[in-house]
């Protein structure tokens, strides 16, 4: 199995002794790495996307194999169209708890819990029909009831306001002292989300822009402007991420992350099927929009005959680590008295914005 070379991201934040005054985005990203599919046979391309990938390879997978159905004109049926939903779901399940067992609670001096995380990815099998997908769904319930939110996943989404407050003042669990915690991080709430790309949107906007540049898969943006995906993106307009938008960017979007982890394990259950969408963008072109646990991710497939003759894709890092951004934009102006509370507010803006590789700090005297 051969993995594209991942690169990585560099943070530069230039600090006065008390504050940041700016930020830098610096990425070594290889992006135009899927031109190694440029060539193959269809079905062989198919087969190397997800073994590319070593994060969100199912995603990868979905999006490709959806990108070259738009782009010959065929429709997967009702069954695989649900089973891709459901192999999304479970991977944003096992991402969103790696984060939230491993990554966070590292950052905000929680214990971490590899046992609770390992637990569930032997849980995760490659395949599964319909009555290993509900064993899933029930165990994840299970550890969701037990680790994360101390009651039934739908329980939780469905507290008013005055029983959420007390959950995370009762900071019983992990989740609501982290987000306590993350609330006392002056990160402004961001402004430029990417909308949900419809069939329309794809069309639009999508398919002209990567059609006007190459430049647009290293440095996407949304009608000439840079826009955050993921959780929050998606959960915005929900009444309880709206409130909290108001008041703190990294609590929200550790609020809307815990949000659509509450709902993944009945997506296992009863898949909804929209998180993937594609459309037919010309002859031979096919466009596929995947929602992943880092946000939207987009391929596009020209094909020539049976074989791909040109391909990109856009992963939600690209559109979260723009250079002019959610990162720099929201580490801008931050107070920071001492060199450790600048790396800390870098690492909890990224941990938020969750890239799907390694990167480094640095930083700068202003």
Same mark, same amino acid.
């Given at each position: 199995?051969?993995?594209?070379?991942? !690169?990585?991201? /560099?943070?530069?934040?230039?600090?006065?002794?008390?504050?940041i005054?700016?930020?830098?985005?610096?990425s070594?990203?290889?992006?135009?790495?899927?031109?190694?599919?440029?060539?193959?046979? %269809?079905?062989?391309?198919?087969?190397?996307?997800?073994?590319?990938?070593? @994060?969100? #390879?199912?995603?990868? #997978?979905?999006?490709? &194999?959806? &990108?070259?159905e738009a782009?010959?004109?065929v429709?997967?049926?009702?069954?695989?169209k649900?089973?891709?939903?459901? &192999? =999304?779901?479970?991977?944003?399940?096992?991402?969103?708890?790696?984060?939230?067992?491993?990554?966070?609670?590292?950052?905000?001096?929680?214990?971490?819990?590899?046992?609770?995380?390992?637990?569930?990815?032997?849980?995760?099998?490659?395949?599964?029909? /319909?009555?290993?997908?509900?064993? @899933?769904? /029930?165990?994840?319930?299970?550890?969701?009831?037990?680790?994360?939110?101390?009651m039934?996943?739908?329980?939780?989404?469905?507290?008013?306001?005055?029983?959420?407050?007390?959950?995370?003042?009762?900071?019983?669990?992990?989740?609501?002292?982290?987000?306590?915690?993350?609330?006392?991080?002056?990160?402004?709430?961001?402004?430029? $989300?990417?909308?949900?790309?419809?069939?329309?949107?794809l069309?639009?906007? @999508?398919?002209?822009a990567?059609?006007?540049?190459?430049?647009?898969?290293?440095?996407?943006?949304?009608? !000439?402007?840079?826009?955050?995906?993921?959780?929050?993106?998606?959960?915005?307009?929900?009444?309880? =991420?709206a409130?909290?938008?108001?008041?703190?960017?990294l609590?929200?979007?550790?609020?809307?992350?815990?949000?659509?982890?509450?709902?993944?394990?009945?997506?296992?259950?009863?898949?909804?099927?929209?998180?993937?969408?594609? =459309?037919?963008?010309?002859? #031979?072109?096919? =466009?596929?929009?995947?929602?992943?646990?880092?946000g939207?991710? %987009?391929?596009?497939?020209?094909?020539? #005959?049976?074989?791909?003759?040109h391909?990109? %894709?856009?992963?939600?890092?690209?559109?979260? $680590?723009?250079?002019?951004?959610?990162?720099?934009r929201?580490?801008?102006?931050?107070?920071?008295?001492?060199?450790?509370?600048?790396?800390?507010?870098?690492?909890?803006?990224?941990?938020?914005?969750?890239?799907?590789?390694?990167?480094?700090?640095? %930083?700068?005297?202003?």
């Amino acid at each position: 199995r051969t993995m594209i070379a991942e !690169g990585k991201l /560099e943070f530069e934040s230039a600090w006065d002794g008390r504050r940041i005054v700016g930020a830098k985005v610096l990425s070594s990203r290889p992006v135009l790495a899927s031109r190694v599919l440029e060539g193959k046979g %269809i079905g062989e391309a198919l087969r190397r996307v997800p073994l590319l990938f070593s @994060i969100c #390879g199912r995603a990868q #997978g979905v999006a490709a &194999a959806a &990108a070259c159905e738009a782009a010959r004109g065929v429709e997967a049926d009702g069954a695989v169209k649900e089973d891709r939903e459901r &192999a =999304i779901a479970a991977e944003c399940l096992q991402e969103y708890v790696w984060r939230l067992f491993i990554d966070l609670p590292q950052l905000l001096g929680e214990a971490a819990r590899p046992g609770d995380l390992a637990d569930l990815r032997r849980r995760m099998p490659a395949a599964a029909g /319909e009555a290993e997908w509900l064993d @899933i769904a /029930e165990d994840a319930e299970a550890l969701l009831e037990q680790r994360v939110f101390g009651m039934r996943a739908r329980d939780w989404l469905a507290l008013d306001a005055a029983r959420r407050a007390r959950w995370v003042d009762d900071a019983a669990l992990p989740a609501a002292r982290m987000l306590a915690r993350l609330r006392t991080c002056r990160v402004d709430p961001p402004r430029d $989300f990417l909308p949900w790309l419809d069939a329309e949107a794809l069309r639009t906007e @999508i398919a002209p822009a990567l059609d006007a540049s190459p430049a647009f898969v290293a440095k996407p943006a949304w009608r !000439g402007r840079p826009a955050e995906t993921g959780a929050l993106a998606r959960q915005r307009l929900q009444p309880h =991420i709206a409130r909290e938008l108001e008041l703190n960017g990294l609590s929200a979007r550790l609020l809307a992350r815990l949000t659509e982890l509450a709902a993944l394990p009945a997506q296992l259950r009863r898949p909804l099927a929209q998180g993937v969408r594609s =459309i037919s963008a010309g002859a #031979g072109i096919g =466009i596929a929009a995947v929602e992943t646990a880092r946000g939207t991710l %987009i391929h596009r497939a020209a094909l020539d #005959g049976e074989r791909v003759a040109h391909y990109r %894709i856009v992963a939600p890092t690209e559109w979260n $680590f723009h250079p002019r951004g959610a990162f720099p934009r929201g580490l801008a102006g931050l107070p920071a008295r001492n060199e450790g509370e600048v790396r800390q507010a870098a690492a909890l803006l990224a941990h938020a914005l969750d890239p799907c590789v390694a990167y480094e700090t640095r %930083i700068v005297d202003a």
